[in-house]
């Protein structure tokens, strides 16, 4: 009679799973955090994305409706800047390259911005620099008057 008393105590001992939940944690906070962590750099990359499209667009804008080739580049440049601040971009990593096209009426003139959107505050994926970039082109209008320009 004692010994299945004692039986039924270790048995039960054997059953118990109080330290299941311990090891579960452990192995699925490693996975969230990294899945978070992603989330949190995807988010930055987009939105990096959409401001370099954004700044790339306005800059070829700039340059297309400028009065002189001389003062499109100027506008172009400063218009990308300033996009690209208002999104919190970093000058530093931003690169603006702009061609006229020879800004004659009707040739495309083009802006390509590219900037590199640093993860190294993230725990996880610190290691990552990712690289985006963008090119809008637009033309210039056929019937604008170059009457300024030789002004």
Same mark, same amino acid.
């Given at each position: 009679? !004692?010994?299945?008393?004692? +039986? *039924? $105590?270790?048995?039960?001992?054997? =059953?118990?799973? @109080?330290?299941?939940?311990? /090891?579960?944690?452990? #192995?699925? &906070?490693?996975? #969230?955090? +990294?899945?978070?962590?992603?989330?949190? !750099?995807?988010?930055?990359?987009? =939105?990096?994305? /959409?401001?370099?499209?954004?700044?790339? *667009?306005?800059?070829?804008?700039?340059? !297309?409706?400028?009065?002189?080739?001389?003062?499109? /580049? &100027?506008?172009?440049?400063?218009?990308?800047?300033?996009? !690209?601040?208002?999104?919190? +971009?970093?000058?530093?990593?931003?690169?603006? $390259?702009?061609? @006229?096209?020879?800004?004659? *009426?009707?040739?495309?003139?083009? @802006?390509?911005?590219?900037?590199?959107?640093?993860?190294?505050? #993230?725990?996880?994926?610190?290691?990552?620099?990712?690289?985006? @970039?963008?090119?809008?082109? =637009?033309?210039?209008?056929?019937?604008?008057?170059?009457?300024?320009?030789?002004?």
């Amino acid at each position: 009679m !004692a010994r299945k008393r004692w +039986l *039924r $105590k270790h048995i039960h001992q054997i =059953e118990d799973e @109080s330290g299941q939940a311990l /090891v579960e944690a452990a #192995l699925a &906070i490693p996975v #969230l955090l +990294l899945l978070v962590f992603g989330v949190v !750099a995807v988010g930055r990359v987009t =939105e990096g994305k /959409v401001a370099v499209q954004a700044a790339a *667009r306005e800059s070829a804008r700039a340059l !297309a409706v400028a009065p002189s080739e001389e003062q499109g /580049v &100027i506008d172009a440049l400063a218009a990308a800047e300033a996009v !690209a601040a208002g999104y919190g +971009l970093d000058g530093g990593q931003l690169t603006i $390259k702009v061609d @006229s096209g020879g800004f004659a *009426r009707g040739a495309t003139v083009t @802006s390509e911005v590219r900037y590199s959107v640093s993860l190294s505050d #993230l725990p996880l994926l610190g290691f990552l620099d990712v690289d985006v @970039s963008a090119s809008h082109s =637009e033309r210039t209008d056929i019937y604008r008057s170059r009457e300024v320009a030789a002004q």
